[in-house]
């Protein structure tokens, strides 16, 4: 398993983390996703330390607080020796101040992760949405206090625009606060609008991607076909609405190119998927998620091995999509060249 450092910061990541919103499955959303209880989430979590993926990403709205649960026993006795990424923002409970980024709710949220986890400190917490209605100033300050009370490790975002994230880093280094390091991010070959600001900012500013859903909601795990309806099982029957929405089309051209590499590499397709990722400027990790042991082995085979160049190319050109406004306009200027060539 290779190691990266995450963004600018001196933490090394592996190169895989295992994303546990497959776990618990006490809400009809998640329970799409998958149910591993206790037993199986060790098991997997066995796994995975065997193959050198020590990093589990979480958060208190997966399953209403029961995936940190689940995870916090699944770590018991072994906690030095994993890292622990959670997130909160999304609303959890019914009450006015039970959601957002404020320092009532963020102070709450860390308490009830701490709690659950069963642990005094975690990791990287990251904000999974960007609350504009909380000033910038007020969450950074919040967020620094609990750093340099040992609470926090590593601070990063998720789901944030472009100007969301600079202009908090714009803020942190003006007061001298913790900065993001990480940018929990949405990226796959049928999703690559990362690439158009996310990634240069990036770049630029130092902050390394976790990329959220590489087999873009489920869309890239070799079983859905052109002309054949969804399988029995997948999780798109319930949770499509709520995911990236991908043309036919397109997907099918994307898949394509996949048989065509995997064929090439003797690789399953999401293997080839993710290893595509692997490849791309500011990826430091990539969330792997499983409803089984299964899935979790065939999603580690997407390390220790890379695409070659012409590989790389060839799903490139198949998901490749026209870019929007300034970005296309951006594209045609020799001084401003993008991130991926």
Known sequence: ??????????????????????????????KAWGGSDVAEATKMVDICLEA???????????????????????????????????????????????????????IRSIEGSLKRLGTD??????????????????????????????????????????????????????????????????YSLIGREYEWELMPLGLDQKVGAMVWSPLGWGRLTGKLRRGQPLPETSRLHDTA?????????????????????AEETGKSIPQVAI??????PTVSSVIIGARNEEQLRQNLGAVGWNLTTEQVAKLDAASKVPAIYPYWHQQGFERNPPPVA
């Open 121 to 186: 400190y975690i990791d990287l917490f990251q904000l999974h949405g960007f609350d504009a209605m909380t000033p910038i100033e007020e969450t950074l300050g919040t967020l620094d206090n609990l750093v340099k009370a040992g609470k926090i490790r590593y601070l990063g975002c998720s789901n944030f625009s472009g100007w969301h994230l600079m202009k908090s880093l714009a803020l942190a280094d003006r007061y001298g606060l913790a900065r993001y390091v990480a940018n929990q991010a949405y």
């Open 275 to 280: 290893n595509w990722l692997l490849q791309r």
């Open 1 to 30: 398993m290779e190691h990266r450092l995450l963004g600018g910061s001196g933490l090394k990541v592996p190169v895989l983390t295992f994303g546990t919103g497959t776990w618990g499955g006490r809400t009809a959303f998640f």
């Open 52 to 106: 050198g993926l020590n990093m589990f990403d979480t958060a208190d709205v997966y399953s209403d607080g029961q995936a940190e649960e689940i995870l916090g026993k699944a770590i018991e006795g072994r906690r030095e020796q994993v890292l622990i990424s959670t997130k909160a923002t999304f609303r959890l409970g019914d009450g006015p101040n039970d959601v957002g980024s404020s320092r009532h709710h963020l």
């Open 241 to 261: 609405k709520y995911g990236p929405q991908v043309p036919d089309e397109y997907l099918f051209t994307v898949v394509d190119a996949l048989d065509a590499v």
